[in-house]
Nanobody
């Protein structure tokens, strides 16, 4: 079992930055593919970014490419999502997830463990 706890959300002005953290416990994450998803009000949860266990597969949704960066610190058992140039449409609850898949998977069904989410609100 892997427990995931997100933090770092809050209210940010458009154009600003925020860094989300996802602290894992129960097992080390160095053999897990780690992803970030988000769910905006009234919308389905969608893929944001993924970093596979070897670091060779890192993918981003087109909507965040060039603005968001996923990274991990295996020593701290933590995954991060650096978000720059934030837009009001980035407002959502952000979820961290862990997958046993070897590749950088982008579909929710491939993920085995989920955090509770952290709210990010971008004001215009």
């Amino acid at each position: 079992q892997v427990q995931l706890v997100e933090s770092g959300g809050g209210l940010v002005q458009a154009g600003g930055s925020a860094r989300l953290s996802c602290a894992a416990s129960g097992r080390t994450i160095h053999t897990y593919t780690m992803g970030w998803f988000r769910q905006a009000p009234g919308k389905e949860r969608e893929f944001v970014a993924v970093n596979n266990w070897s670091g060779g597969d890192t993918f981003y949704a087109d909507s965040v490419k060039g603005r968001f960066t996923i990274s991990r610190d295996n020593a701290k058992n933590t995954v991060y999502l650096q978000m720059n140039s934030l837009k009001p449409e980035d407002t959502a609850v952000y979820y961290c997830a862990a997958s046993r898949a070897y590749r950088g998977v982008t579909t929710q069904k491939e993920y085995d463990y989920w955090g509770q989410g952290t709210q990010v609100t971008v004001s215009s």
